[in-house]
């Protein structure tokens, strides 16, 4: 019984430990991603690895793998010197108690965010009188079409958006696709509706909007270079001249935070039922 008790204890201690130490590992992964330090990373491991491909058990490379040593022993002070603001923002965090906690912005402001970026971005251009044609991706998926344009693969941002349809730009023709919080591609293709009910006086950014709106349960925003007026399609629907308050109404009534994966904070916008 004793024994028995004791051997649980110490699996019990053992998982404990791995997993306090993958989970610390994660959460440093997590940090440095996107930042310089990843690749001294990888660095990192492509040195671990000569090394021991060159120790005496293996190919017995003995000067390389005495440079190796070297290299290791003397390089954890580089690292130090060289990633000071990192290993700053990481103590912080650790001092803060953030280190261990989730993304402290909710799907919900993030959303919020997205959406007053999209609408400040079409009410400059519809000043402006500046065509766009925005397409927000729901449930239905968009490679197809995100295939079509070029990638961007940026945060979502007024600034960014604005500067994409500017005239006489590369990336201004063509629909900008957007999917959670970031601008997936621009100068994207979309299919045209062949309705032919929808009104002569219509471009073909209204008409692609139809279209995807048609094929997809995804939500698009057309801002006429012609009027300045902002449209929305939406299931084959088409919502013309609406304001700022009418195109803030649409954007919160279908869509909302879905999430996939708490753990790692992925999410997407699907509609709601009633919209």
């Known amino acids: 019984m004793f024994d028995g008790g004791f051997e649980l204890l110490d699996l019990l201690r053992i998982g404990v430990d791995i997993a306090i130490l993958w989970y610390v590992f994660y959460k440093l992964i997590m940090l440095i991603r996107g930042t310089k330090a990843i690749q ?29 040593w070297q ?13 000071q603001p990192e290993l700053r923002r990481a103590l912080e965090q650790l001092g803060r108690g953030s280190f261990f906690s989730r993304n402290t912005a909710s799907e ?9 970026a999209i609408v400040k971005s079409c009410n400059y251009m519809a000043k402006r009188r500046i065509g766009a044609l925005i397409t927000i ?3 239905t998926p968009m490679g197809d079409y995100v295939e079509t344009g070029i ?24 629909a900008v696709i957007i999917k959670k919080d970031g ?24 008409r692609a909007a ?20 902002i449209s929305c399609t939406k299931n084959g629907e088409l919502h013309r001249d609406l304001d700022q308050e009418k195109l803030v109404k649409m954007l919160k009534d279908n869509l909302e935070p ?18």
């Open 40 to 68: 001294l990373l990888k660095g990192i491991f492509v040195v671990l690895g000569i090394w021991f491909l060159s120790s005496e058990s293996i190919l017995d490379l003995q000067t390389v793998n005495w440079v190796m």
């Open 71 to 83: 290299v290791i022993m003397w390089g954890f002070l580089g690292i130090i010197i060289l990633f």
């Open 108 to 116: 919900e402001e993030i959303l919020n965010q997205s959406i007053n």
């Open 137 to 139: 991706e729901r449930e």
């Open 151 to 174: 990638p961007i693969n940026g945060r979502l941002t007024n600034e960014l958006l604005t500067n994409i349809f500017i005239p006489n730009t590369p990336l201004h023709d063509g």
């Open 183 to 206: 601008i997936q591609a621009a100068a994207c293709y979309l299919p045209l509706s062949e309705n032919p009910f929808i009104s002569k006086e219509l471009g073909t950014r209204h």
């Open 210 to 229: 139809m279209g995807i709106s048609e094929v997809t349960d995804a939500l698009t925003i057309v801002v006429s270079e012609e009027t300045g007026q």
């Open 258 to 275: 879905k999430i996939i994966a708490p753990a790692k904070g992925n999410w997407s916008w699907r509609g709601k039922k009633n919209g």
